[in-house]
Structure formats: structure tokens, C-alpha cells
């Protein structure tokens, strides 16, 4: 039976009605409209669902809409702020980071994790935190320069 | 999926829920094994899901020096990989924790759902069972101490009726002086699942002469993860010396007894076993 779920996302409320047990990566697209949040295997594969879930990254697709409730969801949609785009967002422009696009809103937000818990990674710390990212276009190194470029420019 | 769907945030009325459906109900706090069993069809719906996720007496991570850690039932397995005490007293249990999934499933799936899921792979088990692990099971009828040595029955079998849960797993403190090692062995460096797992707790005598601690755990190379004890009496009381850790990979490889599968042949994993038994004992005893 559907319910009223109540999330956090990007700072702001949204009631929304679903199953308990719909996987949130759907509510997020197809309830909340914010479809920046891509499925790819839906089996915790392949990191396109990737949210950070109270600032930490998770794969959306393994978990339920009522697991989610009380806690702050961020999307990539989150991740500008105030029309300005994240250091990461430009980066990965600058280094021609994105080539068909359906990664780069997971990859940006482990690697906002990683740049929010260790503003200066070494070059293995982003692979590690990227681990959970699948690219098929199979361009790591541009993704893993943009990422430690964003790193360099932060204060 | 469609399934009578509970998430609770007191223990007693979950395990209320539990005694009344019994085995056809599943429990869910990470997630990330279920979701995927039913997804891929490999695990049916259950009748009925309870998320534990919301259950705040089942959070934690606790360690004092006398008694060692308690895992409690929604720590995640990231939780193990980053906390600062496990690093220091148990750093293998760090570095198992770390060779499992993404960074994104370890912030969802938990350690004690890692255990209760009863994998023959599962990468946390070959370190709780040398470090001598025991789970806290509860159910109405009260609660029991199970060891991890005789938690697991089979593939996905587990000791726990179907009306109760574990709510902790206890470590106790690893013996002064000893130390461990976890090595996996897998296709990918990242997201994949052990072809053999091992888990070694070893500890010199005084006078670094004679082995006096020496513990052995295999996993995914028998129905469940197995404490190699009849193996570990080899190396007892003898020098730390290449010969005998040799003797000790032989034994090892013999007792294991893998499938083959899509994975690996069997005939792999047992040469696998003999290679990584011996590096672990290696870690184990030269950094003593």
C-alpha cells in the first residue's frame, strides 16, 4: 500500500507517495523529478545511482524510500550552489572528464565525498574512492586528473 | 516488489513481528544482499520485510581494552574500515572490511548482516572467527551467546531460529603480542567477490622462538567459513620457520574443500589456499 514518505533532498522537503519498498533511486527520478540521478545496473554495480546519503556516498538502487526518511539526500542537482557550479563540475568540463555523461553525476558525488572528508587526496585515495564508479566510455584518467585538479583548486 | 513491509524503531515489537511470521519473514537493515537476491531473482519475496534500520539500541560500535569491541547490529561495514580503534587493534578486520564492495555498499551494508547472510565468501567471517568472535542472538524467548565457530550451518544456513536476530557480534581483545592478517584473492581489485579468503592470528613466544598462538580461518573454499584447526597444531610450539609454515599451506590446501563454479575451478582455490596461507603467516609471524 503506498504511504507518504517524507525526504530531505538538496535541503529541501518533499512529500511524496509511494511503496515503502520502491528502490529510492526511482522515487528520486520518477517522484521527486530530479532524474540528474541515473540507473544503470540497479544491483550496486556500477555507482551511476551514487547519492550522498547525510554527506556520505551511497548506491540508491540498494535501498528502500522508507530507509531513507530523516535523513539528507544529496543529488547532483545539490551540488551547484547558487548558480555557481562546484569546483568538480568545472574540473571535470576543463578536462574533458565527461564523455556520454551517464557516470559523471555518481563519479562527482564520491568524489565530492572524498575532496569533503580529505581536501587533498593522494592520486590512489581518488581511485579507491572511484572504485564503485563504472565509466564504459573507459575514461578513467581524465575523470581522475579533473577530480585532483578540483582538489588543487580548493582552499 | 510487493510484500507486507514493516520498519519499527522498537526491538521488542520487532521481534513481536518476527515471532509471528516466522521463517517467512526477512529481515533488512543494509540491504544490500536482499535487494540485489530479489532484483536477480535469486531470493524470493519474502511474505514479509522488516527494516531493523530504524532500531537505535541496535547502533554502535563500542571498544574498552578489558573486553574488546561490540559490533552492534546496524554498524556498517565502512564503520569497521574507517573507525581509528579497529585500525589499531584489529587491523585486519579494517582490511577485510575494505576489500568488500564500493565505498557506496559499504555505507549501506552492515557487518553483522554480513555475517547473518551465512556466505561461504563472506570476507568479514575469517577474521571474527580467528580473533574467537561470538554473535548476540535474541528472540522473546530471551537471548543466547552463539560462537561464530558454530553460527554457520551451510550456505545461507545459520544456527538462529526464525524468530530471532543477532543484535551484536562481541570481538574479544586479540592475545598481547599477536597479529593478524586477512588476504583475499579475487578477479578485480574492487567490487568482486573472494575465490579464497584467509585469516590468520599468530603470536611468538617470550623469547620469539616458538610459535605459542597460531589460528586459521579459510573462507569460500567449504560450504562455510571453517576455522582450520586440525591444520594449526602443525606450526604449535615449533620455530616461526619457512618449512614448517610450508607444511602448515600443504595442510590447508588439502582440508579445504572448494566448488568448482563460475568463479573458479575447485582445483584453483586449493593451490590459492596454499599461496595465501603461507603470506599470512608470513604477516602474521615476521612483523611479530
Known amino acids: ?155 | 516488489m510487493r510484500c507486507n513491509f514493516y520498519q519499527l524503531t522498537s526491538l521488542q515489537e520487532t521481534l513481536g513481528l518476527l515471532a509471528e511470521y516466522g521463517s517467512r519473514a526477512k529481515l533488512i537493515a543494509g540491504g544490500t544482499d536482499i535487494l540485489v537476491g530479489i532484483k536477480e531473482e535469486t531470493t524470493e519475496v519474502p511474505e514479509c520485510l522488516i527494516s531493523i534500520g530504524h532500531i537505535s539500541d541496535l547502533d554502535g560500535l563500542k571498544y574498552q581494552e578489558g573486553t574488546g569491541l561490540t559490533i552492534g547490529a546496524l554498524t556498517k561495514v565502512g564503520e569497521l574500515e574507517t573507525s581509528a580503534q579497529v585500525r589499531e587493534v584489529y587491523p585486519a578486520l579494517a582490511c577485510a572490511a575494505k576489500t568488500i564492495g564500493s565505498r557506496q555498499v559499504r555505507n549501506l551494508a552492515t557487518a553483522v548482516g554480513n555475517v547473518c547472510n551465512a556466505s561461504p565468501a563472506a570476507d568479514l567471517v575469517p577474521v571474527l572467527l580467528v580473533l574467537e568472535a561470538s554473535v548476540k542472538a535474541v528472540g522473546q524467548q530471551g537471548e543466547r551467546t552463539i560462537k561464530l565457530e558454530e553460527f554457520f550451518l551451510g550456505p545461507s544456513q545459520t544456527a538462529l531460529s526464525p524468530e530471532e536476530l543477532v543484535t551484536e557480534i562481541s570481538v574479544p581483545p586479540p592475545p598481547n603480542g599477536a597479529r593478524t592478517a586477512y588476504m583475499k584473492h579475487s578477479v578485480r581489485r574492487a567490487m568482486d567477490i573472494a575465490l579464497v579468503g584467509v585469516a590468520v592470528l599468530a603470536r611468538l613466544d617470550s623469547k620469539k622462538q616458538a610459535v605459542e598462538d597460531y589460528r586459521l580461518a579459510l573462507g569460500a573454499v567449504a560450504p562455510t567459513p571453517i576455522r582450520a584447526r586440525a591444520v594449526e597444531e602443525i606450526i604449535l610450539g615449533k620455530p616461526p620457520e619457512e618449512n614448517t609454515i610450508l607444511k602448515v599451506a600443504q595442510a590447508a590446501s588439502e582440508l579445504a574443500q572448494p566448488i568448482s563454479d563460475i568463479r573458479s575451478s575447485a582445483e584453483y582455490r586449493k593451490e590459492i589456499v596454499k599461496v595465501l596461507v603461507k603470506r599470512a603467516s608470513k604477516q602474521a609471524l615476521e612483523e611479530v
Open chain 1, 1 to 155: 500500500m503506498k504511504q507518504v514518505f517524507t525526504l530531505n533532498v538538496n535541503g529541501e522537503t518533499y512529500e511524496v507517495l509511494a511503496e515503502p519498498t520502491e528502490p529510492l533511486v526511482k522515487v528520486i527520478r520518477f517522484r521527486v523529478g530530479l532524474t540528474g540521478t541515473k540507473e544503470g545496473c540497479g544491483t550496486g554495480d556500477c555507482g551511476a545511482c551514487t547519492i550522498l546519503l547525510d554527506g556520505k556516498p551511497v548506491t540508491s538502487c540498494l535501498m528502500l524510500v522508507a530507509q531513507a526518511q530523516g535523513k539528507q539526500i544529496t543529488t547532483i542537482e545539490g551540488v551547484a550552489q547558487n548558480g555557481q557550479l562546484h569546483p568538480l563540475q568545472q574540473a571535470f568540463i576543463d578536462h574533458g572528464a565527461v564523455q556520454c555523461g551517464f557516470c559523471t553525476p555518481g563519479m562527482i558525488l564520491s568524489a565530492k565525498a572524498l575532496l569533503d572528508e580529505t581536501p587533498h587526496p593522494r592520486e590512489q585515495e581518488v581511485r579507491e574512492a572511484i572504485a564503485g564508479n563504472l565509466c564504459r566510455c573507459t575514461g578513467y584518467v581524465k575523470i581522475v586528473s579533473a577530480i585532483l585538479a578540483a582538489a588543487d583548486n580548493l582552499p
